[in-house]
Each structure stands twice: as structure tokens, then as C-alpha cells.
């Protein structure tokens, strides 16, 4: 039974983190035992292993040609597996998903969540410490599919990667954590909001297909409303391009895979029309690379903007839980 | 400690327009077995979430020893052990693991929480089966489990709803020596419960809750003698003049009510035992007793009787 609380608060005492290092460590030891866990790294280990071991078998070919040959394996892809890339944007989600859908509300049915409450902790370590383990376990699979990345790399290439490579590469694995901490987020607020796991898991799976596939659909479809093309000049087609990416970019999945591009492909310059058409053909990058620190800062927005969606939605998941009512 | 446990004043919880808990006002001293009875949905539940500070009362003021649950709810939590409705464990996670991470919950030091983990399951009864997972447990030892939890946090008052509930009279029974057994050792209990016969065996003194008021407050035999008038039932069976023998009966010093109940039984209501001399008043009436029998005041009937009073004062 939940119901609004009038909040009216007052100073607390104590500290608000007080016993949140005893949520966390509960939280990943169940994580890690889990068989749900189980099924999603062997998952997450096999596509790796299988779409690396095919860009790896492709890129033999290239060896001392290619600067970037290490980021290469994410990229390239051969049939008939799609690159490595492409499974992680769906991937991500499903892991963070699977790991907090039911978190909430699953101590709710077990009658678990008065006794835990009961106890001299603060809402917040509980809140927070859920989403903390489930950052630490994703960081853990995404490190260790990392390692097994460049473990292949080295050992099907025969060359060491370069230390801009391992700079890249490390960054872009920071941000696909980032990218995890936002579909975490959002299985936590719907944790909290339903009652029931089966609608949590199914509404975030529903965001998560909404924004994968509709929303790239939608934000042209408004951009050719919002700016409509009367002459067909190339300026209103830039200028509608220019707004279907600022509506796209809504989407965690946008900011995501613009900070993918960046990372790992050193010479893109620009987003959108213009930087995809000037250089992509045939995944064959023209122009030259640019140096990190130009790349980091294209894509700071999109990183920030991740890091900001986390954010959102867990204070509104610690709002609604605050308000909550635990009577079981 | 000196001062009352728990103490409210005009305590009050609403849900937009219904009144779940009105104007409470409920003290309870250290040591004591407190009961808080009353039908479902008349805010026993809600009475507790507000001392714990679980939730926020809409006006009056709560203080738990001393403390303020609101503002002060750590130092609350810490020293009351909570055991709700229906508890529930992690299943697959053995008794022991459950203990420690609430141990850990608690900032117990390890060596010390272990200690206490032990001392605790040993206490309840569990020791054997301490390292299988709870989902394999009975009702009875989930709820044992419940008390073993609390008192690893060694606390000076332990608030239980509805413990015996779901529980074979074996387990109740059983479940009602453990409380006293936390009274022998000086652990203030606030029980809420509908089952009042088991309440009536344990509780020092009792709160009758209807419709989020505390109507009746008091000893079981207090509250007895104030709703069913005479207190003590004394039911006697004797041959002899019947007439006589009723008079006798009705003279009694202290006795509210006497009447015979069929030729050869006789129920005698007092504010006291009134065993020895009804007796007395059977032989002198020329009279021969065959059997005496007391009924003590049992909250069923107060129970029962004050409900139709109110159901009565509303029809009419
Ligand atoms: N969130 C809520 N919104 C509206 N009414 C509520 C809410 N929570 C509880 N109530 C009402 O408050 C009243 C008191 O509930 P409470 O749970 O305290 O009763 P109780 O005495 O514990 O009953 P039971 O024996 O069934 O456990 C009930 O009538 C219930 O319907
Ligand atoms: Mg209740």
C-alpha cells in the first residue's frame, strides 16, 4: 500500500548515508549470485567474444596499416555477426534493467522492506546504496568484457595497443557505464513506482523500445513540422537537421552512440547530417584523426547529459520513495 | 530509565478526509506488556508506524523514550526492535546471513554481532537450523526468527504487530512465553493484536482501539469490572431449596448479580472472587454443593459486550 506522506521536514539527524555501505554490499553479493546475472554475463561474454573474434579476423589483414587497429574491434563488423557496437547498445540496457527492475518493490513483497526501514538507516542509504550496487556489479561485467576485448586483440592481432587506443578505449567504457547508470536509474523509479516487478520490468522495457525505435522517427517527423522545407535550400535542410538532432538527442541512446562515434572514431568531426555524410563511406573514415582531448570535448555535452538523466531520475525515484508509506 | 516508554499526546494520523488514529493519548511504563487491541482497520497498524517514525503524524506530538521518532528516528531505530505484520526474510539467504546484515544495518562491530547473532538464535530456538536458507522455515520460526533479529540490537522496547497470527495454538502458545520471557528481561512490549484471549494471557494492561480512538483503557480485570460490571463469574452447582439458596446468593457482599440457571446451577457475578463465600452461602441455605466453578473476566466478553453497547447507542 503506498501513499503520499506530508513531507514538511525538519532537520535529521545523523548522517543520511549511515549503513549505506552494508546496503551495497548486500545488493552485489546478491547481483553477483544470482542466476539472472549468471544468464546476462554469459550472454554479454559470448557476443563479445563472438563479434571480436570476427573484427579481429577481418582486421588481420590491415595490421601496421591502421592507427586505431585496437578500436577497430569494436567497430568492424563481418558477417554474419553485426559489430561488437552495435550488441552493446542493447545490451547495456538490459543488463541495468535486469538489475534493478524489481529491487524496490521486490523487498516490498517479501515483507522485507518494513523490517529493513525498522532499522537506524535513512531511506536514502537504502535508495541509494541499490543504485550504487548496481553501478559497481555493471562496472564489473563491462570491465571484465573490456579485458576480454583486448585479451583477444592482442592475442589475434599480435600487436600491443597504442596508448591513445587504451585512452579511447577506457573512456568509451567509462561512458558505456554512464549510459548503464541511466537505464539503472530508471528500473529503480519504476521499482519504486509499481507494485508489481512484471510492470516495472515491462514499462522500462517499453521506454527503452521507445526510444530505440520510435523516437528517431518521431524527432524527424517533428523536425519537418517545427521547420518545414519551403524551398528546398540546403540551409533549411541543415536547419531541420540541426533540430531532429536536438529532439533526438532527448534520447539516452542518441547521447550514447554520439559519444561511441567520437571515442571511437578519432576523425569525426561533427554530428548529424553533415559530419555523417562528410565522413563515412563504407565505414572507411576520410580526413584526419583528431586528438583526444578535441573528441572528449564533441561529445562533453552528450556525457554530461548522461550523467544528468542519472540523475534526474533517480531524485525522482528518492522523491516518490521518500513519500511512500511501507506498511508491509 | 525513568519516564514513560512511550508516550502520545493528542496523537493524530488522517488520510485526506478519514481519521485513521484520533487523539491518542497512550503511555506506557518501562517493563510493562502493553496490548493494543481492536478490530482491523482501527489504526493499531498506523498507531505503531507513527512511534517508530515510519510515518508522520498529522498533529499531536510522540515521544519514545524521550526521543522524538520524526526528528530523531536513528537513535529511535536503534533502540526499538520492530517486528511487523506478516515479517518477512530474504529466502535464500540463510537465518544467519539475514542476522548479520541487519547487524551491519545496526553498525554492530562483527565480532560483537556475531556474538549477539548467536546468543540470539540460541535464545529462540534456532541454533540448528541457523545456517539453512529461511525459505525453508515455518510460520513459527520466521516469527521466532522476527524476535531473534531484534534482539540483536539488545533493545529496551519491542513493538509486535499481530505476532501470533497464523500461528498453531502450539506456536502461540509458545510465542506468548517468549514475550514474557523478554518481560523477565526488563524489555518493554507493546503487542497489537485481535486475538485477544492470547493478548488477555500475556498483556499488563490493555488499550481497546475502535475507529481510530483508544476507548477503553486499563487492567484486563479494571476494564472487566468497568464494561461487564461484576468482574468474576462464579458459576455453582448445588441441590437444596433453590429459592434459598438464590437469596443467599444474591446477599453476598460484593456481588453484582445472581441467577440460577436451570434447577441445579447458579452463576454468581462479583467484583471479586467470590468463590469461598458463595460456598459458605450455599451451605448455610441448606444447600449441598457439587461444584464451583470461576470464569475470570475474559476480554472476549469485554470485548464483545462494549461492541454491542456502541452498535446499540448507534441504533438507538
Ligand atoms: N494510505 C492510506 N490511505 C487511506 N486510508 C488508509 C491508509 N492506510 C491505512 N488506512 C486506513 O486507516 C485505517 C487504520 O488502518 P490500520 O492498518 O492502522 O488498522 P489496524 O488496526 O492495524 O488493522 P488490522 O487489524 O487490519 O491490521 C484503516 O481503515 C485503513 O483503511
Ligand atoms: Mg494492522
Known amino acids: 500500500m503506498a501513499a503520499r506522506v506530508e513531507p514538511g521536514r525538519i532537520s535529521r539527524e545523523g548522517s543520511p548515508w549511515t549503513g549505506l555501505w552494508a546496503v551495497v554490499a548486500k545488493e552485489m553479493a546478491d547481483y553477483l549470485t544470482g542466476i539472472r546475472m549468471l544468464i546476462l554475463e554469459m550472454l554479454a561474454v559470448l557476443t563479445a567474444a563472438g563479434t571480436v573474434f570476427m573484427a579481429a579476423e577481418s582486421l588481420r589483414t590491415t595490421v601496421g596499416q591502421d592507427r586505431f587497429l585496437f578500436l577497430r574491434l569494436f567497430t568492424v563488423q563481418r558477417d554474419p555477426l553485426p559489430a561488437f557496437i552495435g550488441f552493446l547498445a542493447f545490451l547495456v540496457p538490459l543488463i541495468a534493467i535486469a538489475l534493478t527492475f524489481d529491487t524496490v518493490n521486490g523487498e516490498f513483497n517479501r515483507r522485507t522492506l518494513s523490517r529493513v526501514l525498522a532499522q537506524p538507516i535513512y531511506r536514502d542509504a537504502l535508495l541509494f546504496g541499490k543504485f550504487l550496487a548496481g553501478l559497481f556489479t555493471l562496472t564489473l561485467v563491462l570491465t571484465a568484457i573490456w579485458l576480454l576485448v583486448f585479451g583477444m586483440g592482442l592475442a589475434r592481432l599480435g600487436v600491443p595497443p597504442g596508448g591513445e587506443e587504451v585512452a579511447r578505449s577506457l573512456l568509451f567504457l567509462l561512458a558505456t557505464i554512464f549510459y548503464g547508470g541511466v537505464w539503472l536509474a530508471l528500473a529503480l523509479l519504476f521499482s519504486v513506482r509499481f507494485r508489481q516487478p512484471a510492470t516495472a520490468a515491462l514499462a522500462s522495457i517499453a521506454v527503452w523500445l521507445f526510444f530505440t525505435v520510435f523516437w528517431g522517427i518521431i524527432a524527424q517527423g517533428l523536425a519537418q513540422i517545427l521547420v518545414p522545407l519551403r524551398y528546398g535550400l540546403v540551409q533549411e535542410v541543415l536547419a531541420q537537421d540541426q533540430v531532429a538532432q536536438a529532439l533526438a538527442r532527448l534520447s539516452p541512446i542518441t547521447l550514447y552512440s554520439e559519444v561511441m562515434m567520437a571515442l571511437l572514431y578519432p576523425s569525426l568531426r561533427a554530428f548529424g547530417l553533415v559530419g555523417v555524410l562528410l565522413q563515412f563511406q563504407e565505414g572507411v573514415i576520410v580526413g584526419a584523426p583528431l586528438p583526444l582531448s578535441q573528441s572528449l570535448l564533441l561529445v562533453w555535452p552528450q556525457l554530461t547529459g548522461l550523467i544528468a538523466a542519472t540523475v534526474l531520475l533517480f531524485a525522482i525515484s528518492y522523491i516518490l520513495f521518500q513519500r511512500q508509506e511501507i506498511r508491509a | ?316
Open chain 2, 1 to 316: 530509565m525513568d519516564g514513560p516508554v512511550i508516550q502520545t499526546q493528542e496523537l493524530t494520523k488522517r488520510y485526506g478526509d478519514f481519521v485513521a488514529v484520533d487523539r491518542l493519548n497512550l503511555v506506557v511504563e518501562p517493563g510493562e506488556v502493553f496490548g493494543l487491541l481492536g478490530p482491523n482497520g482501527s489504526g493499531k497498524t498506523t498507531t505503531i508506524l507513527m512511534l517508530l517514525g515510519l510515518t508522520e503524524p498529522t498533529s499531536g506530538t510522540v515521544r519514545v523514550m524521550g526521543l522524538d521518532p520524526a526528528r530523531q528516528p536513528l537513535s529511535v531505530k536503534s533502540r526499538v526492535g520492530y517486528i511487523p505484520d506478516q515479517v518477512g526474510f530474504y529466502d535464500d539467504l540463510t537465518a544467519r546471513e539475514n542476522l548479520i546484515y541487519i547487524a551491519k544495518l545496526n553498525g554492530i562491530p562483527r565480532e560483537e554481532a556475531y556474538r549477539r547473532i548467536d546468543e540470539a538464535l540460541e535464545q529462540m530456538g534456532l541454533k540448528e537450523v541457523a545456517d539453512r536458507p529461511v525459505g525453508t522455515y515455518s510460520r513459527g520460526m520466521r516469527q521466532r526468527l522476527g524476535v531473534a533479529e531484534v534482539l540483536i540490537k539488545r533493545p529496551s522496547l519491542i513493538i509486535m504487530d499481530e505476532p501470533t497470527l497464523g500461528l498453531d495454538p502450539e506456536a502461540a502458545r509458545e510465542f506468548l512465553n517468549t514475550i514474557r520471557d523478554l518481560k523477565a528481561q526488563g524489555i518493554t512490549v507493546l503487542v497489537a493484536s485481535h486475538l485477544l484471549h492470547q493478548v488477555q494471557a500475556v498483556c499488563d494492561r490493555v488499550g481497546l482501539f475502535h475507529r481510530g480512538r483508544m476507548v477503553l483503557e486499563g487492567t484486563v480485570e479494571a476494564l472487566a469490572r468497568q464494561v461487564l460490571g461484576g468482574g468474576y463469574r462464579v458459576y455453582v452447582e448445588a441441590v437444596g431449596p433453590q429459592a434459598a439458596i438464590l437469596e443467599a446468593l444474591r446477599r453476598l457482599p460484593d456481588a453484582t448479580k445472581a441467577e440460577a440457571m436451570g434447577s441445579e446451577r447458579y452463576m454468581v457475578e462479583g467484583r471479586r472472587d467470590l468463590r469461598g463465600e458463595a460456598a459458605r452461602a450455599v451451605v448455610e441455605a441448606g444447600g449441598s454443593l457439587r461444584a464451583l466453578q470461576l470464569e475470570e473476566p475474559s476480554l472476549d466478553d469485554v470485548y464483545a459486550r462494549y461492541f454491542q453497547e456502541v452498535e446499540h447507542g448507534r441504533e438507538g
